[in-house]
């Protein structure tokens, strides 16, 4: 997910420590974690999906910025309680809109009967966890409706800590888990900008219908954290929403903000199949060898094959070996709903800025640095300085594209200030390029883990639902 300080509201759930991951785990993750249900290719499952600052705790200067959830992943599988009951897969095919102004809120029905819970759409951090009202309410005051009542749901549980997932395993930091007072498991989770979700370890139903739901999950029962939101994590993790579910694809339409204004658009949310993919590009996601292991790697990340860039008609002097991890790991280009803005390694970013100033150099804002992050930002006509800086593409392997227009290439900061949506990775403590929602505006962002790869359509988003 995304950091706090400069949070943007993904960031919230992300703790950017991608040290002692293990690619092992990335190999795993498909395996045993329990038998979930399937979601088969053929069935699709849609909701809205909406945007906005994740928290309301947070300054507007304070909330923009990645999701990558913190881990070191296990190498074990996860074992199934003996005479556990395995529900048959049913094919999801699930649709949804869902609102964006920062992060991507979508709203997800969960408990037996369902309670509709907000979560943030994040392909960037594992655990998925929703806030629990742990409080027996007054009988003059009924329950928040933001947050899930576990005394209303027949399919709840909590995992005691003789369950496997309490156990302690070294070096797996994915979710670090203890035993509380009450013989119970409970996972203290951080992101990136020291932000802390914690409570216990549950097992809880996503009911779409009455005839299509998942088993049980895993995930997290937060009883105490700022955020009235909770998370929905989709990276690669064997504990993440997709992985548990053995989702063959999601989607998701990110639609263009609307300025400061509390005005979210609506965008839209797959599980299972889009009935727009015949219209996507495919780039193949990138992993590492078998065995093979990096520090500032993450495995879990959906990694894609970034080759360059370009501003106006220029084609910058970057190689693509920037684009690639080093021997270290250092330089993996992934793509992350969690995270609001592009953040560039350090070579890419200073050929970025190079051109920038080149183009518009005398309208930059000096000396001026939005969230500790951006430094390209402008007083000003933003259209006039678009005009000046050109439109910019990212271009992927296969000829595939990501273009950015030049009326959307900076975003609105407020008080006349408008920023160049990218920013150093440094910044954020990570040596990786990120690829923000920011930067996915108006396009299907299609996540084909079957086939392991990564899908891109142009698409009205306001109009997909």
């Given at each position: 997910m995304a950091s706090f300080r400069p949070l943007?509201?993904?960031?919230?759930?992300?703790?950017?420590?991608?040290?002692?991951?293990?690619?092992?785990?990335?190999?795993?993750?498909?395996?045993?974690?329990?038998?979930?249900?399937?979601?088969?290719?053929?069935?699709?499952?849609?909701?809205?999906?909406?945007?906005?600052?994740?928290?309301?705790?947070?300054?507007?200067?304070?909330?923009?910025?990645?999701?990558?959830?913190?881990?070191?992943t296990s190498t074990k599988k996860r074992n199934r309680n003996a005479g556990e009951k395995v529900e048959q897969p049913?094919?999801?095919?699930?649709?949804?809109?869902?609102?964006?102004?920062?992060?991507?809120?979508?709203?997800?029905?969960?408990?037996?009967?369902?309670?509709?819970?907000?979560?943030?759409?994040?392909?960037?951090?594992?655990?998925?966890?929703?806030?629990?009202?742990?409080?027996?309410?007054?009988?003059?005051?009924?329950?928040?409706?933001?947050?899930?009542?576990?005394?209303?749901?027949?399919?709840?549980?909590?995992?005691?800590?003789?369950?496997?997932?309490?156990?302690?395993?070294?070096?797996?930091?994915?979710?670090?888990?203890?035993?509380?007072?009450?013989?119970?498991?409970?996972?203290?989770?951080?992101?990136?900008?020291?932000?802390?979700?914690?409570?216990?370890?549950?097992?809880?139903?996503?009911?779409?219908?009455?005839?299509?739901?998942?088993?049980?999950?895993?995930?997290?029962?937060a009883a105490d954290s700022k955020e009235d939101k909770g998370i929905l994590g989709m990276n690669q993790g064997r504990l993440s929403f997709a992985s548990q579910t053995k989702l063959q694809k999601f989607s998701y339409c990110v639609p263009v903000r609307q300025g400061q204004g509390n005005l979210m658009p609506a965008g839209g949310f797959y599980l299972g199949q889009n009935p727009n993919s015949n219209t996507f590009q495919y780039i193949d996601l990138l992993t590492l060898p078998d065995g093979q292991r990096m520090p500032n790697f993450d495995p879990l990340a959906y990694t894609i094959g970034l080759v360059g860039i370009r501003i106006g008609t220029k084609k910058l002097n970057i190689s693509e070996s920037v684009f690639r991890p080093d021997a270290g790991g250092s330089g993996q280009t992934m793509i992350d709903s969690g995270t609001q803005y592009t953040f560039l390694v350090e070579e890419a970013y200073n050929k970025v800025r190079e051109e920038v100033v080149r183009l518009a150099g005398p309208k930059l804002k000096k000396g001026y640095v939005y969230g500790g992050s951006l430094d390209m930002c402008f007083d000003g006509n933003p259209v006039e300085i678009g005009q000046l800086i050109g439109d910019m593409v990212l271009e992927f392997e296969k000829g595939v594209e990501i273009f950015v227009n030049k009326e959307r290439i900076m975003d609105d900061m407020g008080n006349g200030v408008h920023c160049l949506g990218i920013g150093r990775s440094q910044s954020l403590g990570v040596a990786s390029n990120i690829i923000g929602n920011f930067h996915q505006q108006?396009?299907?962002?299609?996540?084909?883990?079957?086939?392991?790869?990564?899908?891109?359509?142009?698409?009205?988003?306001?109009?997909?639902?």
């Open positions: 943007f509201f993904l960031s919230l759930i992300f703790f950017f420590s991608f040290h002692n991951l293990s690619s092992a785990a990335h190999k795993n993750h498909h395996s045993k974690l329990t038998k979930a249900t399937v979601l088969d290719h053929s069935f699709s499952l849609s909701f809205p999906l909406t945007s906005a600052p994740l928290s309301k705790h947070a300054s507007s200067e304070t909330s923009f910025l990645s999701s990558l959830a913190s881990s070191s049913l094919p999801y095919d699930y649709k949804s809109s869902f609102k964006y102004s920062m992060a991507l809120i979508v709203s997800l029905p969960i408990g037996t009967p369902p309670q509709s819970q907000q979560m943030v759409l994040d392909t960037g951090s594992q655990l998925s966890w929703i806030q629990c009202n742990n409080k027996s309410p007054s009988p003059r005051t009924a329950p928040p409706t933001t947050t899930f009542d576990p005394s209303l749901s027949s399919s709840f549980s909590v995992l005691p800590c003789t369950h496997p997932m309490c156990k302690p395993r070294i070096p797996d930091y994915s979710v670090p888990t203890s035993c509380d007072q009450k013989q119970l498991c409970h996972y203290s989770y951080f992101y990136a900008d020291g932000t802390l979700a914690e409570g216990n370890l549950v097992r809880e139903k996503f009911a779409f219908s009455s005839s299509q739901s998942t088993p049980p999950l895993v995930l997290g029962c108006n396009l299907w962002v299609e996540f084909d883990l079957a086939n392991r790869r990564v899908g891109f359509g142009k698409a009205d988003c306001s109009k997909s639902v």
